[in-house]
């Protein structure tokens, strides 16, 4: 009796033992999660343990962060839940990976849907750990939405100032306006993200819209909008630009131009009205092809980029404005010096044929007279008339001379290549201690009947210069063929144009210097005026030639 009683008291110590030690690690391991909760409820970032695919712990944090209460994700939600549809197979297999324990932790970014279908952007930290007796992982993660928004803007921002930067350097380019409004509506569909991009100009004699620039229709027949379509943006200023339905902001369409929108299934869009001057030119749109609306952002770049638009087609249309002006004063300049030189030709003519005649018929008559006084009266009569035979010889070359200056006859008879070294000569002959050298190295047929009269008058007044005002002893002349261009070139040796007070200003009688250049331009050529080789002026004039023979 007293070995059984002894032989279950044993048996009964031993159990208390037993269960003793038991309940030592159970009541260690509440203690532990007991202190793991209170630290990870009241931490800022959420913290979640997941077993088996499914949340087995969630602090308040991430319950937060995904819309629910704790009870509602612990033992009821999975990761799988909280994963947006793109990014689930990259978490799934980081899951995989740290479960097997192929790796120990992780760190990576994915995007998280609440509970009310939201997206945001997280970031989490997980290691594989030991749960119960068996594996699970545990972490943190952050909602980091903000952050990526910051840095996307960020990107966005530096993406738009490359872009304006890249539009301004091509805009200062010699580029056409085609050419830069086609780069500008590209990056404007691209910074606003847009599915079409265009700008419109207002035509002035159809008083339409000519879409001159477009990026992303898919059809090229819409070229024109009606001119009614700026009414629609008349009373809007930039700031005032709302994300609409292209059916309400193209209200005034009509015909073919509202068919091919709607052919090219835009749905919303935004456009504002480029004005210079304080009238509208045209219009700049962009449209998408799907419902959407546009950030304040994006309706800054939309006006940023119209004014750009504004002040390139402004450009040009001063440019096209100014380069008629010129051309239409080239016009009016040549035909003043046609005019001149027609009259000049006319005052050469009548002195020739009338003066000219009436002078040599008076010498003639004079010596007659002398002849027959002599016979009659006597030698002292006839000594008086004597003395006026010089007078009127000297009267009729002087009017000669005049006429030659005013139009030389034997550049209509002979051309230009007699005529210069024929003046050539006469220059040589009046002005000895000035050594002239020549090169005509053209045909007569070589040289455009327009640029004869040209040429000539330009080696008249520089030879005319190089007389009054270069004190040079050597004068140098090329008239050559090189090509297709025709060149003169006349060079001295003298003062140069700083030294000598020649006549730049062009004051006084002459062509002067801008006389030459104005002529050398209005008749098609360049004219360059610099300092010659050592010393002295130097002028080359050049002009474009046609084919051999089609200026004969």
């Avoid at 007796?133 to 928004?149: K, M, N, S």
């Avoid at 993200?193 to 265009?198: C, G, K, N």
């Avoid at 007659?368 to 006084?373: E, L, R």
Wanted: charged content about 30%; aromatic content about 6%.
């Amino acid at each position: 009796m007293d070995r059984e009683i002894l032989r279950l008291r044993r048996r009964g110590a031993h159990r208390t033992t037993s269960g003793t030690r038991r309940i030592l690690p159970e009541k260690g391991l509440e203690e532990s999660e007991s202190m793991f909760r209170s630290l990870t409820e009241k931490s800022v970032g959420g913290v979640y343990l997941i077993q088996d695919w499914i949340f087995r712990y969630v602090n308040p944090k991430m319950a937060e962060m995904y819309g629910y209460a704790v009870n509602e994700m612990i033992d009821r939600v999975g990761p799988r839940e909280c994963v947006l549809e793109e990014d689930w197979p990259l978490v799934r297999e980081n899951l995989r990976r740290r479960l097997s324990g192929e790796v120990e932790s992780f760190n990576y970014r994915f995007r998280g849907i609440k509970g009310s279908g939201e997206v945001m952007h997280v970031e989490v930290y997980g290691s594989r750990t030991e749960y119960r007796g068996r594996p699970a992982v545990i972490g943190t993660i952050l909602d980091i939405t903000t952050r990526v928004e910051a840095e996307r803007n960020l990107q966005m921002q530096l993406h738009r100032f490359q872009a304006l930067y890249h539009i301004a350097m091509a805009m200062t380019a010699e580029h056409t306006l085609e050419e830069n409004l086609s780069l500008l509506v590209g990056k404007c569909r691209e910074l606003i993200e847009a599915d079409v991009s265009l700008i419109a100009v207002l035509e002035k004699q159809s008083e339409g819209l000519h879409v001159c620039a477009q990026s992303g229709l898919r059809r090229a027949n819409l070229c024109r909008l009606p001119a009614q379509f700026l009414d629609t943006l008349e009373s809007r200023s930039p700031s005032e630009i709302h994300g609409e339905s292209l059916e309400t902001c193209f209200a005034h369409l009509r015909g073919a131009a509202k068919k091919d929108f709607r052919n090219e299934g835009l749905v919303s869009g935004i456009a504002i009205q480029l004005r210079a001057r304080n009238r509208p030119i045209g219009v700049l749109c962009v449209g998408s092809r799907s419902n959407r609306s546009f950030s304040e952002s994006e309706k800054d770049v939309l006006c940023l980029l119209g004014n750009i638009a504004t002040l390139e087609i402004a450009r040009k249309q001063a440019e096209e404005s100014l380069a008629q002006s010129e051309n239409e004063l080239r016009h009016l300049s040549a035909q003043l010096l046609r005019a001149q030189e027609d009259e000049r030709k006319r005052l050469a003519q009548e002195l020739h044929d009338g003066i000219g005649q009436s002078l040599s018929a008076i010498k003639f008559r004079i010596e007659t007279s002398i002849k027959q006084i002599g016979e009659r009266v006597g030698a002292v009569a006839g000594e008086q008339l004597e003395l006026l035979v010089p007078m009127v010889q000297s009267t009729v070359e002087e009017v000669q001379r005049i006429a030659v200056d005013l139009r030389p006859f034997i550049l209509d008879d002979l051309g230009l290549v007699a005529t210069l070294r024929w003046f050539l000569r006469q220059f040589q002959s009046t002005y000895s201690d000035i050594r002239l050298e020549s090169r005509i190295g053209l045909e007569e047929h070589e040289v455009p009947e327009y640029l004869k009269i040209v040429v000539f008058r330009i080696v008249q007044e520089a030879l005319n210069n190089v007389v009054r005002h270069s004190r040079a002893e050597r004068v140098h002349v090329s008239l050559t063929r090189n090509r297709s261009r025709l060149e003169l070139s006349i060079e001295d040796n003298g003062v140069g144009l700083r030294a000598a007070k020649a006549p730049i200003s062009m004051r006084g009688s002459g062509f002067g210097l801008s006389s030459m250049k104005e002529r050398t331009e209005l008749s098609g050529g360049t004219f360059h005026l610099g300092k010659a080789s050592g010393v002295g002026t130097a002028i080359r004039a050049s002009w474009p030639l046609k084919v051999s023979g089609s200026s004969r």
